[in-house]
């Protein structure tokens, strides 16, 4: 069975300063991964997805997630963060043939001014 | 806006209860899901519907039920209501089972409150 692992509940940063949300997962047959965005009081969005080829992945708002098979990690890292990026971040593993969607516990990502 | 609408936003109810959350995908796609995300569980998928017919099934108790009506759209239903039960319930739909982009659009959820 597939199972995801985000490492941190909660992630405090500085405006403007890195940051890094770790996932890894575990499965036993190739996987498909997705971070997935929860602002407050709203639904989830896509922010990122791993399929095939490259191994990095980079999403319209400066995201970016790098898939390690040897790992099985697929951490997601913004250079610099903004105030808006303040919301709950969901690491995703799908079986390559299925799609329901097996999801970590979520990250929450609080930014300071 | 994903074009995923869920109604109600929001339901409040008695243990014991029935209860439909109702659930009408994007245009054009044919497959629905079900995920419920709770404070105990995190988010979980339910249950799965293509076209009318059931694809997959997650942890969906035996007290919960969900069909997908000719229109493409779908209900899920919930009995004997639990204080267990309260949580936020998402649909999300997809172009159809193949669809190589396995991208899943999210409605904004409805949030059960059970007392």
């Known amino acids: 069975a597939q199972s995801v692992t985000q490492l941190d509940s909660q992630v405090p940063v500085f405006e403007e300063a890195p940051v890094e949300l770790r996932c890894n997962y575990s499965?036993?047959?190739?996987?498909?991964l997705f971070w997935y965005v929860q602002y407050p009081n709203q639904g989830l969005q896509l922010l990122l997805k791993?399929?095939?080829?490259?191994?990095l992945v980079e999403s319209i708002n400066g995201f970016e997630a790098e898939f390690n098979k040897s790992q099985t990690s697929f951490h997601l890292r913004k250079p610099s963060v903004h105030i808006s990026d303040t919301a709950e971040y969901f690491c995703?593993?799908?079986?390559?043939?299925?799609?329901?969607?097996?999801f970590g516990q979520g990250t929450r990502l609080t930014i300071n001014p | 806006d994903s074009g995923v609408t869920q109604t109600p936003k929001h339901l409040i109810t008695a243990t014991g209860q029935r209860v439909t959350l109702r659930c009408s995908p994007r245009?054009?796609?044919?497959?629905v899901y079900w995920y419920q995300q709770s404070l105990d569980q995190g988010l979980q998928f339910l249950i799965q519907?293509?076209?009318?017919?059931?694809?997959a099934k997650g942890n969906i108790l035996e007290r919960f039920s969900a069909q997908q009506f000719p229109d493409l759209h779908s209900e899920l239903n919930l009995s004997s209501l639990e204080l267990g039960d309260s949580a936020l319930y998402f649909c999300?739909?997809?172009?159809?089972?193949?669809?190589?982009?396995?991208?899943?659009?999210f409605g904004p959820g409805t949030r059960l409150t059970v007392t």
């Open positions: 999300a739909s997809s172009v159809d089972v193949w669809d190589s982009s396995y991208e899943q659009y």
């Open positions: 499965s036993s047959v190739s996987v498909y």
């Open positions: 791993y399929l095939s080829g490259s191994t």
């Open positions: 995703a593993v799908s079986e390559s043939g299925a799609q329901k969607l097996v």
């Open positions: 245009s054009g796609d044919l497959s």
């Open positions: 519907y293509y076209n009318g017919e059931e694809r």
